[in-house]
C-alpha cells in the first residue's frame, strides 16, 4: 500500500483562504449567506471559511451542520444502518443563499442527498457547493461552484482528508490499495474508498 501526501497543513490554509475570498466575491449580500458543512468533515472547513470571511471581511456568516444520511438512494442496500447525527442550521434557510462544504467530491451521490435535506428544511434561493478535493468520477450531474484542488484518481484508490477537529491533524493523502489495483483486469471496480466516508460520495 502506497500513501502519498499531496496537501500539507499550509496547503490547506491556503486553500481555504482562497474559496473563502471566492465566496465573498461570488455573495455580494453576505447578510444572507449560510456555510452548511455536511457532516462529518464538511462541518469543520465550514467552521474554518466563515472564520476567514469573518477576518476578511468583519462579517459573521453563520455555519450550520447538516446530516445527510437518511436521504442516501442506497440505505436500504446496507449491511447496517446509518447512524443519524444532528442536524443543526441555526436560522431559517428560507430565501437564503446556502453554500454546501463537503470534504470530498465524487460521485455527487451525497451532495443530491444533502441538497434533498436542505430543501426539506425551507427553500432556499440558491444552493452552492464548495469542496476541498474533487476526484472525479461523477454519476450525477453535480458540478462544485468552489474546488480547492482537482486530484484525478483511478477508482481504487482512497482520498484521505485528515482534519485536526476529526484526526488530529491536517493533510490530504491519496492511497493506492495495490490488491485492488491488481484485480482490474479481473473485473471492473465500481467503488471507490475514502477515509471516514461512504464510498458512493
Same mark, same amino acid.
Given at each position: ?117 436542505? $430543501?426539506?428544511?425551507? =427553500?432556499?434561493?440558491? *444552493? %452552492? ?6 476526484? !472525479?468520477?461523477? /454519476?450525477?450531474? +453535480? ?7 482537482? $486530484?484525478?484518481?483511478? =477508482?481504487?484508490?482512497? *482520498? %484521505? ?6 484526526? !488530529?491533524?491536517? /493533510?490530504?493523502? +491519496? ?27
Amino acid at each position: 500500500m502506497a500513501r502519498n501526501i499531496v496537501m500539507t497543513r499550509e496547503d490547506i490554509r491556503r486553500t481555504l483562504a482562497r474559496i473563502a475570498h471566492e465566496i465573498i466575491e461570488q455573495n455580494k449580500s453576505l447578510d444572507q449567506l449560510i456555510l452548511v458543512g455536511m457532516r462529518t468533515r464538511g462541518v469543520p472547513l465550514a467552521k474554518r471559511l466563515a472564520a476567514n470571511i469573518q477576518k476578511f471581511e468583519n462579517i459573521d456568516v453563520p455555519v450550520g451542520a447538516l446530516d445527510f444520511r437518511l436521504y442516501r438512494d442506497d440505505i436500504s442496500n446496507l449491511e447496517k444502518q446509518p447512524v443519524v447525527q444532528h442536524t443543526d442550521i441555526p436560522t431559517s434557510v428560507d430565501e437564503k443563499s446556502i453554500v454546501l462544504v463537503d470534504d470530498v467530491l465524487y460521485t455527487g451521490r451525497s451532495t443530491r442527498a444533502a441538497m434533498d435535506a436542505l $430543501i426539506d428544511l425551507g =427553500r432556499p434561493r440558491q *444552493i %452552492q457547493l464548495a469542496v476541498l478535493i474533487d476526484r !472525479g468520477h461523477r /454519476e450525477m450531474p +453535480i458540478r462544485p461552484d468552489y474546488i480547492g484542488k482537482n $486530484i484525478p484518481s483511478a =477508482r481504487h484508490e482512497e *482520498i %484521505q482528508v485528515h482534519l485536526t477537529e476529526t484526526d !488530529g491533524a491536517d /493533510e490530504v493523502a +491519496i492511497v493506492h490499495h495495490e490488491s485492488n489495483a491488481n484485480n482490474n483486469h479481473l473485473q471492473p471496480v465500481t467503488t471507490g474508498k475514502r477515509s471516514g466516508h461512504d464510498a458512493s460520495k
